[in-house]
């Protein structure tokens, strides 16, 4: 039987490796489907959130939202935070305090729903039966504005166990410098294109851009090493994740 420690390194070497296939795909479609694969190293997460506040912290704009059940829900919490409900968020506000008073750090902090107020609780937490949040708040240096990054586990996996809080906290770095160089690449992206695509899985979102680029099934099957079943399905999934029928829908989504 392996010891702890060999499994432990184990572990980091495979985290490792998806760290460095991350920064591989930096700047592409690619990336999110790999970044979700890192995180799930880490830890079981229900729902993926990042904001980001212009350097007054009074605007702030949705660059990610992935739950991974119910996409359109995620979409939807999304719109409502960002909308103005983020001026109610404590917590928001205790983390940007923090990043204000030690300029280069990163704060983080976990927040359990029971703690919020009825109404607030009951949007963000009991509706979509998310139970506990790990959130981050960093500063991007080059654009001086402040990104707010928010992991959710769900009612139904019930906390974060202290393993996966050690891991949250020891990732924050890489994890944040990631998500700011890959959002920053990304800056010109449609707002809700971008939400929707980080839904799809790798195969998904590689086939949609062969797909959008008129690739017949065949040829992307030989590219990918699939078999033209396997296109076909990935296709199907995609499309219903995406909310969409066919393929100019698809070419408008992606701006092709």
Do not use: W
Not at 56 to 84: F, K, T
């Amino acid at each position: 039987m392996p010891s702890n420690t060999s499994i432990k390194s184990a572990d980091h070497q495979l985290q490792s490796l998806v760290i460095a296939s991350c920064i591989e795909a930096l700047g592409s479609g690619r990336f999110f489907p790999r970044f979700f694969q890192l995180m799930s190293q880490i830890a079981v997460i229900e729902q993926f959130m990042v904001f980001e506040l212009d350097s007054d912290a009074d605007q702030m704009r949705c660059r990610l939202a992935h739950n991974r059940s119910n996409p359109e829900l995620g979409l939807e919490l999304a719109r409502l935070y960002a909308g103005g409900q983020f001026r109610e968020d404590s917590l928001l506000q205790q983390l940007i305090a923090e990043v204000m008073n030690n300029p280069g750090e990163h704060a983080c902090e976990v927040l359990l729903h029971r703690s919020l107020p009825a109404v607030y609780r009951q949007t963000f937490f009991n509706h979509p039966a998310l139970n506990e949040k790990f959130a981050i708040a960093v500063r991007d240096e080059e654009s001086g504005n402040l990104f707010y990054i928010n992991f959710y586990r769900s009612a139904e996996k019930g906390l974060f166990t202290q393993q996966e809080l050690e891991r949250l906290k020891q990732a924050v770095p890489i994890v944040s410098a990631l998500l700011i160089r890959q959002l920053r690449d990304n800056s010109d992206l449609q707002g809700q294109r971008h939400l929707l695509l980080a839904s799809l899985s790798e195969r998904e979102a590689q086939v949609c851009q062969m797909i959008a680029r008129a690739h017949p099934v065949k040829t992307i099957a030989q590219t990918l090493n699939l078999s033209a079943t396997s296109v076909s399905t990935y296709r199907q999934r995609a499309y219903q994740k995406l909310g969409i029928r066919r393929k100019t829908e698809l070419i408008a989504l992606l701006g092709a």
